[in-house]
């Protein structure tokens, strides 16, 4: 996950980038930490995102408020939201529906949302390709565990080149069979 979030996390204004499971769990957060010559004391809008209580606490908020909007939505018929946006007087959340996962950027006030919209779909783009990189090679092998032997020893016989037991030629019985 440092491929997806390290790029976005660099990126100025962003104060926080983070992957949450679609139930508000936190995967991995990545905060933009600007390097300082001096220390400085610390103001309220940075004491935010400190704790991990509030890191869990937002990735919380964000998937349960997804949530909502997409029931809200529902009856309407419209798609599900992909990407949802608010702006607060302190910042601005953003949060984009990526594969199995919600990517979650805050942003510094008077940064527009705008600006996120290609590299935040260039940070999913790099995960889908990561899945799809991975999910060939776990469903083989799970694939080959999991399948039981066929019912019909004919067929497993057949994929390895022995001869399937069928009945040959095109006679039809005389009795019926009873």
Do not use: C, Y
Not at 37 to 63: I, R
Not at 67 to 80: L, Q
Not at 162 to 170: L, N, V
Request: charged letters at 25%; aromatic letters at 2%.
């Amino acid at each position: 996950m440092k491929t997806v979030l390290d790029p976005l996390a660099r990126i100025p204004g962003v104060r926080l980038a983070a992957l949450i499971s679609s139930d508000g769990v936190p995967i991995d957060v990545r905060k933009n930490e600007p390097s300082r010559s001096k220390p400085e004391v610390k103001d309220a809008k940075d004491a935010v995102l400190d704790s991990a209580d509030d890191l869990n606490a937002l990735a919380a908020l964000s998937s349960s408020w997804i949530g909502e909007v997409t029931r809200a939505v529902a009856p309407m018929s419209w798609d599900v939201p992909k990407r949802l946006v608010l702006r607060a007087a302190r910042g601005t959340l953003i949060v984009v529906q990526a594969p199995r996962a919600l990517l979650l950027v805050v942003l510094e006030g008077g940064v527009r949302p705008e600006e996120m919209r290609l590299p935040m779909g260039v940070a999913i783009a790099r995960m889908e390709r990561h899945l799809r990189a991975i999910e060939p090679k776990a469903a083989d092998s799970s694939r080959a565990a999991s399948d039981p032997p066929g019912i019909f020893p004919a067929q497993k016989a057949a994929s390895k080149g022995a001869e399937p037991i069928h009945a040959k030629g095109t006679e039809v019985p005389e009795g019926s069979g009873e």
